[in-house]
């Protein structure tokens, strides 16, 4: 397989763990080169400056062991990305789509959280089929465990997987990394434990036939 350039873009530090953290070791070992591009995060006015240190500090450390080539943070306070001008997130996703020219990129699902709604909507735009974003051979979007599963039912879109990545090999080393945001990681039965992450991952893989599995809804997919 030829290695391809791979882009996550995460709303705040843990959800590319969360979401696709077994797909980000899977890649990696196989020869990937992946990049991952966080947006926002536990910053004044709402959280302290040590508060965001702390989950940089733990994302670095989660990111090491996934495999991870490099990493961006936008520095945008979480839950606040609304009141930027949506031309500034546009711009600045795209700046980074761009440089990296991906083969792949993965995004959130347009969940109950603002913040993934919105940067939806600019990966949307960032990814468009024109220019360098006619390369990209595949888009697709990612679940988040304790906001894409609380959609109201038939009321907003729910996530419908078309694609599951096996992630067998890799449920561990997704795990181990997850463990490292102890700042963000909750008790059991929290949708944020290390129990219901395993129990997702399970989950998804048996609606494909794998030990554990990560659901993505592809949106364009060309060859």
């Given amino acids: 397989m030829t290695a391809k350039k791979v882009l996550v873009v995460a709303p705040h530090p843990d959800d590319e763990t969360l979401a696709v953290g077994g797909t980000i070791a899977k890649f990696s070992s196989l020869g990937h080169e992946i ?3 966080i947006v926002s995060g536990h910053l004044p006015p709402l959280y302290s400056r040590d508060d965001y240190e702390k989950t940089i500090t733990e994302s670095k450390k ?3 062991i996934l495999g991870i080539a490099s990493s961006e943070f936008l520095e945008i306070p979480a839950t606040m990305i609304a009141e930027r001008p949506v031309h500034e997130l546009n711009s600045k996703i795209l700046h980074t789509v761009r440089s990296l020219k991906p083969q792949m990129v993965f995004c959130p699902y347009p969940d109950r959280h603002i ?3 919105i940067v939806f909507d600019s ?3 960032a990814t468009r089929p024109v220019g360098v974003g006619r390369d990209i051979e595949i888009l697709a979007a990612y679940e ?3 906001e894409t599963h609380w959609n109201a039912p038939h009321i907003e879109p729910n996530f419908t997987p078309n694609w599951v ?3 067998s090999d890799h449920i561990q ?3 181990k990394a997850l463990k490292c945001y102890e700042s963000q990681i909750s008790d ?3 949708p944020r434990s290390i129990e219901a992450i395993e129990a997702l991952a399970k989950f998804r893989g048996t609606q494909a036939g794998f030990a554990y599995g990560e659901g993505m809804h592809i949106i364009r997919k060309i060859s």
């Fill in 35 to 37: 990049h991952v591009l």
């Fill in 62 to 64: 989660a990111f090491d």
């Fill in 115 to 117: 913040d993934h709604r």
């Fill in 123 to 125: 990966v949307m735009v």
């Fill in 144 to 146: 988040t465990l304790s």
């Fill in 165 to 167: 990545i096996d992630i």
């Fill in 173 to 175: 080393t997704k795990l």
């Fill in 188 to 190: 059991f039965p929290g």
